[in-house]
């Protein structure tokens, strides 16, 4: 008997929405020519790309020329960073990052120190949010390009992106902003945001797996990231991946023409497993912002416990959820967010982030929660950290 499992691990990966499924099917058998090829089952797979790079821009206020699809955000990260910074050379060899961003940034950035780029890493206040007047303080005659994500991948927190977006502006500097988590979550509209460059990834809004886009602002230089073609308006050679761009787009209709609804649903869902947590479990602690968070984002740190033993023993009840970022669940090191926020290690390692869809129901909160409180207590009774805390009892209930 297969057992029902609670799926709460949407920044990590969602289901692919069943229309989007639906949309990509014929151009694996029936439409399955090269979009470069100029006879009839070609020119229909060309097609289908222009919709869906039309459908992508119009989410976005952009025009359909200022969008290249990629295999996914970590590609658009690197794109970004990697095609900028070469591109501007001569102008400059700084760039401004937080320290809080996803390492598919925070990777390339160290990647570009070993070339000879220099990169300011912005500190972030206890909620997780860049200050934008640090921002412009951290601007130089060199500095290049600014890039600080949309929403936080792990706490959920949203950064002031307009206000970045005007400084960069107003400095003349690019500004590139990792909108992975947000896409398809909150409006967004690169014009009003001031933004030049901005990545997403197709399968954190029920699109499919292994593909995304960089939307590039018209006008800004940028290098090419793979050779050997004229895909991509010879800037990423390689036969386009025609069913993955359909799936896309339609995963991008439909993420937008459900916003609203799916969003409120979401807060709905996540204010009340909070509220739960919070109320039920002792010695535990809300990472990021309360309010500037993205409305499917839950992310607590528990006391006296191992998360890593925290995410096994919910698996077993059929739980699905994670510490962090999904990309770094193999390593043993604590979150380089939480401790960027200033909790100490011993805390940052036995955190739960738990993200939810509108797919969920107020059972499976309750379902979680209950099973949450029972791993929590079990885990702590086998600490001995926590049994010389008992003893001494002398901190708040809260963390």
């Not at 501007?88 to 937080?98: L, M, P, W």
């Not at 979680?368 to 600490?383: C, G, Y």
């Amino acid at each position: 008997m297969k057992r029902h499992v609670i799926y709460l691990d949407n920044a990590a990966t969602t289901r692919t929405a069943p229309e989007a499924v639906e949309a990509m099917l014929p151009y694996f058998s029936e439409q399955y020519g090269n979009p470069s090829s100029i006879y009839s089952v070609g020119c229909a797979a060309k097609e289908a790309v222009i919709k869906a790079r039309e459908t992508i821009a119009s989410t976005l206020g952009a025009k359909t020329n200022e969008i290249y699809f990629t295999g996914g955000g970590s590609e658009a990260d690197n794109w970004a960073l990697v095609g900028v910074a070469e591109a501007y050379a001569e102008k400059g060899k700084h760039i401004i990052t937080s320290k809080i961003e996803h390492h598919a940034v925070l990777h390339t950035c160290q990647y570009l120190e070993k070339r000879g780029y220099e990169v300011t890493y912005l500190d972030v206040d206890e909620n997780g949010i860049v200050k934008p007047e640090e921002v412009e303080r951290a601007i130089r005659p060199d500095t290049i390009l600014i890039s600080v994500m949309f929403a936080n991948n792990e706490i959920g927190t949203l950064q002031p992106v307009r206000e970045i977006g005007e400084i960069a502006k107003r400095h003349k500097t690019l500004f590139h902003t990792d909108a992975v988590q947000a896409y398809g979550h909150v409006p967004i509209r690169v014009d009003e945001l001031h933004i030049d460059l901005l990545s997403a990834s197709g399968h954190k809004f029920h699109g499919p797996k292994g593909i995304g886009f960089l939307y590039l602002r018209a006008g800004v230089k940028m290098r090419a990231f793979l050779h050997g073609g004229q895909q991509e308006r010879g800037r990423r050679a390689g036969t386009e991946n025609v069913p993955g761009i359909v799936g896309l787009g339609r995963a991008a209709q439909l993420a937008f023409s459900r916003m609203e609804e799916n969003g409120a649903r979401e807060k709905e869902l996540r204010d009340y497993l909070i509220g739960r947590m919070e109320k039920e479990v002792p010695y535990c602690r809300l990472n990021g912002d309360r309010e500037r968070r993205l409305s499917n984002n839950v992310n607590f740190s528990f006391r006296f416990v191992e998360g890593e033993s925290l995410l096994i023993m919910l698996d077993m009840k059929g739980i699905c959820a994670s510490s962090g970022s999904a990309c770094t669940s193999g390593s043993l090191d604590p979150s380089h967010v939480l401790l960027a926020i200033g909790l100490p290690h011993e805390i940052a390692h036995g955190s739960l982030r738990l993200t939810v869809s509108a797919e969920n129901t107020r059972e499976e909160m309750d379902e979680t929660v209950d099973a949450v409180k029972e791993i929590v207590a079990k885990l702590r009774d086998m600490s001995p950290l926590y049994e010389d805390f008992q003893k001494g009892k002398s901190a708040p209930e809260r963390i």
